[in-house]
């Protein structure tokens, strides 16, 4: 979101009209603890599929993000 923001304010400043920001979920995590949660799959507009990760294999598939995340706004 940080690089919409930049971008609609340099287009604030240029006097151009700001993009529309797209922000689509693919999944919904409930973390409950280090090593279990669940994990619900969404189609783009949110509304739930019938895929469902849970225990271990959530609780790895969270960390893997997150972590993924932060090595990304580092480097």
Do not use: C
């Not at 240029?14 to 689509?24: H, I, L, N, S, V």
């Not at 409930?30 to 294999?57: E, K």
Request: no cysteine; net charge positive.
């Amino acid at each position: 979101m940080g690089v919409s923001v930049g971008g609609a304010v340099a287009d604030l400043l240029t006097g151009r009209d700001p993009r529309k920001a797209r922000f689509r979920y693919v999944w919904q995590n409930i973390s409950l603890g280090r090593h279990d949660g669940v994990t619900q799959f969404t189609r783009q507009d949110d509304s739930p599929l019938d895929t469902v990760m849970t225990g271990r294999a959530s609780a790895t598939f969270k960390e893997t993000i997150t972590r993924g995340t932060v090595w990304a706004m580092r480097f």
